[in-house]
Nanobody, 116 residues
Framework: QVGLVESGGGLVQAGGSLRLSCAAS????????MGWYRQAPGKQRELVAI???????NYTGSVKGRFTISRDNAKSTVYLQMNSLKPEDTAVYYCNVLWASNFVSWGQGTQVTVSS
């Protein structure tokens, strides 16, 4: 059984920074990719950033240059460093893991609120 434990959300002023973490726990197979999605009120869930086991990354355009995704393969943990935060970054952020079996796991979500 696999669990994804997220941490690091909170309230921050515009221009501030937060760092999200997501650790996979339990017995599991190889991980293909880990990423972060977000969902703002009244909007669809969208991809924020993704990183493969080999270190390739992809970001949605609105966060490029401000957010950095990284991972520790030994700890099965993915991080999202968010700098220069804007009110429009306010959302629930979800960790996502794509396993070698192509099964997908989701974290419980962590709230990020950016005040203007």
């Amino acid at each position: 059984q696999v669990g994804l434990v997220e941490s690091g959300g909170g309230l921050v002023q515009a221009g501030g920074s937060l760092r999200l973490s997501c650790a996979a726990s339990g017995t599991f197979f190889s991980i293909k990719a880990m990423g972060w999605y977000r969902q703002a009120p009244g909007k669809q869930r969208e991809l924020v950033a993704i990183i493969t086991t080999g270190g390739s990354t992809n970001y949605t355009g609105s966060v490029k240059g401000r957010f950095t995704i990284s991972r520790d393969n030994a700890k099965s943990t993915v991080y999202l460093q968010m700098n220069s935060l804007k009110p429009e970054d306010t959302a629930v952020y979800y960790c996502n893991v794509l396993w070698a079996s192509n099964f997908v796991s989701w974290g419980q979500g962590t709230q990020v609120t950016v005040s203007s």
